[in-house]
């Protein structure tokens, strides 16, 4: 090796102290892994170390997410080297330099094809002007002949007069879209693509090429590694694209906080899938309710408070996002939207679902529902434009909507009437209330269809007789007493007397008509005659329970163990009791 040559050269001077081993870094292929060896070659440079000023300069006036951003790019600008212009390689745009043959200080640099057609008399097309043909072309001028330089250009060139040349330097077009609203890229460009395009943009026009940045993070693996196929951890796009769909990698990915990378994570795909259907399951639910009625602007006169809280988020909801998308905020508006469509479904849907079986009472419910639906889609639409507008077309099958898609849609309008901070705040309150005594529901064994005698609720602040109302309806007890205390807690009474047995087995027994029902492809709207074959323990327990479940099934006559035949006939079994189901369509 080298380093032998060197030691028995300096032994055989007699200037040789020791020799010791130093371990050391060394570049290495990232293909091949083997040792990388340099050498030098002529290169060619744009002068670009004098900019460094005028970059800092264009960068105050530039708007860029996230903040920490603009301070790379100033570090960047303010130690501004003389940049490559060229590279020894075969492919590429081929680097329009002629020098004379006699002389290397004597060059020509052409400007446009029509220059070359004019310096040389010939055309040329998009073949011609390519390596190897352009390298037999020779300009004579002035009794002098010069040939093309044999390098290519340095691919960050183009992508540095990208800015421009993508408007075909037409004067107009430039006069318009120049310079660009938004650029987008990579944390690793603010000193690669974001720095060249203001280095071409200020020798070209003396003035900056983007108004805004928008600066996204890596996708590493799983243990925070980037991807390499060396390493063999590279999860590619197209294994999530044929897994869960291109929408869902959107989604995804979109959602990546501004400047900052992110571990990859398989079961953060998954959850964004499981959104998807959520979002798409609250359209078929709407498209449920439109079989009785179209849904039409909404009277708020008649507003009940659950009402009031879904349009109030929803309003709230529309205002931070286009304040977030103003601002360039992008990945910040993906929970937002997401936040709304799931409390859509979550909260409100769970609320009215008794509501919206009656007809006095759907309306409101259906016009509710899609308004919120239709504001969530179109702001939905900036993120994933394939699903929306699969869902826009769903609805457009219904005729209750006419635009031919949702990207034709305008962006929806905000209404401060109905927003209610307070309301969103205190419905947040009785959430949490909920969420606890639903808890606490688990740890007793008890499903949320056997109703309970009271609720002890302490919390920290009073919470309004309507919102107790849903609260007592989402825990399904009967009773709610409240204390006041710094932390919230919510205790149950587990005691199940005979009447909220009854009620209990009453709930079930609604809930198993109401499927069979469905199974029989009855609407909601249609009457039935019921009939339960039942145990005495049943019909006991039952016997002041059946107009509740004569309300809940839609049924115009109920009977108990009648031995007449009917058509629908299905058995089910609650709580190691055998029913069977049976009713006729009046």
Wanted: proline share 2%; glycine share 4%.
């Amino acid at each position: 090796t080298d380093d032998n040559r060197f030691i028995e050269y300096f032994k055989r001077k007699g200037n040789l102290i020791a020799t010791t081993e130093v371990e050391h870094d060394y570049p290495h292929s990232w293909r091949s892994h083997k040792p990388v060896i340099f050498r030098a070659t002529e290169q060619w440079f744009l002068k670009t170390s004098n900019l460094s000023s005028l970059l800092l300069k264009f960068n105050k006036e530039v708007y860029w997410v996230p903040k920490k951003s603009r301070e790379s790019y100033d570090n960047w600008a303010e130690n501004l080297k003389d940049n490559s212009a060229v590279r020894q390689r075969f492919w590429g745009c081929p680097v329009p330099i002629w020098v004379n043959e006699n002389d290397e200080n004597d060059f020509i640099v052409i400007g446009s094809v029509q220059e070359l057609e004019k310096l040389t008399g010939k055309k040329f097309d998009d073949l011609s002007l390519h390596k190897p043909l352009i390298d037999n072309i020779v300009i004579e001028k002035n009794e002098k002949k010069y040939k093309r330089i044999s390098d290519v250009s340095d691919v960050w060139i183009d992508s540095g007069t990208a800015s421009w040349n993508c408007l075909d330097n037409n004067m107009k077009l430039l006069k318009e879209f120049f310079p660009a609203d938004l650029v987008l890229e990579a944390t690793e460009q603010t000193r690669l693509w974001f720095s060249l395009l203001q280095i071409c943009s200020s020798i070209m026009f003396n003035k900056s090429c983007y108004k805004n940045v928008y600066v996204h993070g890596m996708i590493l693996d799983y243990q925070g590694t980037k991807m390499s196929k060396s390493l063999g951890n590279i999860i590619s796009p197209y294994e999530v694209v044929d897994k869960f769909s291109s929408e869902i990698f959107r989604y995804y990915i979109c959602g990546i906080t501004a400047g900052e990378n992110i571990n990859f994570n398989w079961e953060d795909i998954k959850q964004k899938q499981r959104n998807l259907l959520i979002l798409m399951n609250i359209g078929n639910y709407l498209k449920e309710l439109i079989r009785y009625e179209q849904p039409v602007n909404i009277d708020l006169r008649k507003l009940d408070i659950e009402e009031k809280y879904i349009l109030s988020r929803a309003n709230s909801a529309l205002k931070k996002v286009t304040e977030l998308f103003d601002a360039y905020y992008l990945d910040k508006t993906i929970p937002e939207i997401e936040r709304l469509f799931l409390d859509l479904s979550r909260v409100y849907i769970k609320i009215i679902r008794d509501k919206a079986n009656y007809e006095n009472t759907r309306k409101i419910v259906l016009n509710a529902i899609f308004d919120v639906y239709i504001k969530s889609l179109k702001m939905f639409s900036c993120i994933c434009p394939l699903v929306s507008d699969y869902l826009w077309q769903k609805l457009r099958e219904n005729n209750i909507v006419k635009e031919e898609s949702i990207h034709l849609t305008d962006w929806p309008k905000f209404d401060k009437k109905l927003v209610d901070k307070n309301l969103e705040k205190e419905f947040e309150s009785a959430l949490e209330i909920i969420e606890k005594g639903l808890a606490e529901r688990d740890k007793l064994g008890i499903g949320l269809k056997w109703p309970l005698g009271t609720a002890f609720v302490n919390a920290n602040e009073k919470i309004s007789k309507e919102l107790i109302k849903i609260i007592k309806n989402q825990l399904n007890v009967k009773n709610i007493e409240f204390g006041i205390a710094k932390e919230l807690s919510v205790k149950l009474d587990s005691k199940i007397n005979k009447e909220l047995e009854g009620e209990g087995y009453a709930r079930e027994i609604s809930r198993k008509v109401q499927a069979s029902r469905k199974k029989a492809g009855f609407l909601k709207t249609d009457k039935i005659k019921l009939n339960l074959l039942l145990d005495n323990k049943l019909v006991n327990l039952l016997e002041s329970f059946k107009d509740f479940i004569k309300d809940r099934t839609n049924s115009k006559e109920i009977l108990i163990n009648d031995d007449k035949d009917y058509k629908h006939k299905f058995k089910e079994r609650i709580r190691n009791n055998n029913i069977q189901i049976m009713f006729d369509k009046i």
